[in-house]
């Protein structure tokens, strides 16, 4: 079965530091993987997308991840935080469910940016 | 650009009423979804619909039911609430395929009281 696990429900940075924020998945089958990203009382945004096509995703707002299918991992990145990145970050993996597919979703990574 | 509305934002319930959540989007989506979001528990999925009348049971279906009468509607229904029904309630919509990604409303912050 489809799972993924994010680890690290909070993680905090300075302003201009690396973000990481790490995904783990497990699936039976080449997996289709997203990122989201909540910000405060809103709903989900999707930050990138991995289709199987470039192991190399690149996102809106400067976000990145690299899906490496040896580790299954789909870590988010980001070479310099800014403050307005703070928020909430979800990782999906696609998985087939009776005929349909649905998202499965980790736990999610809550990132504080300081200054 | 995709929206997805939720009629509601914030909604204080009472134990047993019968509540109803609304979802509208406007870009003739086949799919739609409900999730619940608890804090450490991320999203899970209560209902999904691929068409209109069409709906399947997700993870937590137990209390709930929905209805699509309309392609852009999706309704959740708690038939008789509980607390522990407290929670951020998201629905989202997609194209039929098979990796689009979902677009999500705002959400409807739900509390019963």
């Known amino acids: 079965a489809q799972s993924v696990t994010q680890l690290g429900s909070h993680v905090s940075v300075s302003e201009g530091a690396l973000v990481l924020l790490r995904c783990n998945y497990s699936?039976?089958?080449?997996?289709?993987l997203f990122w989201y990203v909540q910000y405060p009382n809103q709903g989900l945004q999707l930050l990138l997308k991995?289709?199987?096509?470039?192991?190399l995703v690149k996102g809106i707002n400067g976000f990145e991840a690299e899906f490496k299918k040896s580790e299954t991992s789909f870590h988010l990145t980001k070479p310099s935080a800014h403050m307005s990145d703070a928020a909430e970050y979800f990782c999906?993996?696609?998985?087939?469910?009776?005929?349909?597919?649905?998202?499965?979703f980790g736990a999610g990574t809550r990132l504080a940016v300081h200054p | 650009d995709v929206k997805v509305t939720q009629s509601s934002r914030y909604l204080v319930k009472r134990t047993g009423e019968k509540v109803f959540l609304e979802c509208v989007q406007d870009?003739?989506?086949?799919?739609m979804f409900w999730y619940r979001q608890d804090p450490g528990l991320g999203l899970r999925l209560i209902y999904f619909?691929?068409?209109?009348?069409?709906?399947e049971k997700g993870d937590i279906p137990e209390g709930y039911s929905v209805s699509r009468e309309k392609k852009e509607r999706f309704s959740l229904i708690l038939e008789s609430a509980s607390t522990n029904q407290t929670s951020m309630y998201l629905c989202?919509?997609?194209?039929?395929?098979?990796?689009?990604?979902?677009?999500f409303g705002d959400g409807t912050r739900l509390s019963i009281l």
């Open positions: 999906a993996v696609l998985a087939p469910s009776g005929g349909y597919n649905k998202l499965i």
């Open positions: 699936s039976s089958v080449p997996p289709y």
């Open positions: 989202a919509s997609t194209r039929g395929g098979s990796n689009q990604p979902q677009h």
């Open positions: 619909s691929y068409d209109v009348k069409m709906k």
């Open positions: 991995y289709t199987s096509a470039a192991t």
């Open positions: 870009m003739d989506h086949e799919n």
